[in-house]
């Protein structure tokens, strides 16, 4: 490949998609500035091993492995502040009403407070839209183990955003 399809090539996979990147960078660190680097840092490694990517259709998968990594060695380097979630701001694309707002909000909540080994493929899935098999590949597992992880992620938010049981009903209370 010469040199003028290579930036070709390259430029369409940036443009296609550092917003993907961006966005789970934001979910990954929870620091807009950190995540810009890292997905600024994925694409200097993605430029320098471009060559190796034969699929286009693996291209995001391979994208994300490659941000997973830069993110992971961040902590070998330093130790990033720590952001707590609530002032994390997330810029959507159309504006939400705030009953919205507040549902995205506690399910965001409720998502962090799960395992990791349980929110990571769930992220992956929903946010990111990865298929199983893409996710088996990403975090090193089975197709299986990574289907019975996204299910009782599913399965514990719904236990955590379920309103709360009733104590009593109301003919018991006249």
């Known amino acids: ?14 443009r296609q998609y550092a917003d993907d990147l961006f966005r789970f960078g934001v979910w990954l660190c929870g620091d807009h500035a950190l995540a810009n680097d890292l997905v600024q840092e994925t694409f200097v490694r993605a430029w320098k091993a471009l060559d190796s990517l034969k699929d286009s259709g693996a291209a995001k998968s391979w994208l994300i492995t490659i941000l997973r990594r830069e993110y992971a060695r961040t902590f070998e380097r ?38 990791d080994k349980y929110s990571e493929p769930l992220v992956l899935q929903a946010v990111m839209g990865l298929s199983i098999a893409e996710i088996a590949t990403q975090l090193e597992l ?33």
């Not at 490949?1 to 940036?14: C, G, I, P, Q, S």
């Not at 399965?155 to 009593?168: I, S």
Request: aromatic share 2%; charged share 40%; net charge negative.
């Open 142 to 174: 089975t197709e299986s183990a990574v289907m019975t992880r996204v299910f009782r992620a599913r399965e514990k938010l719904r236990e955590k955003l379920q309103p709360p049981a009733r104590q009593g009903n109301i003919h018991e209370l006249t």
């Open 78 to 115: 330093k130790v990033p502040p720590i952001t707590d979630i609530d002032n994390v701001v997330v810029a959507e694309e159309s504006e939400l009403t705030p009953e919205d707002t507040t549902e995205r909000d506690m399910l965001r909540k409720a998502m962090l407070e799960l395992e």
């Open 1 to 14: 490949m010469n040199d003028a399809e290579r930036k070709r090539r390259f430029d369409a996979l940036a």
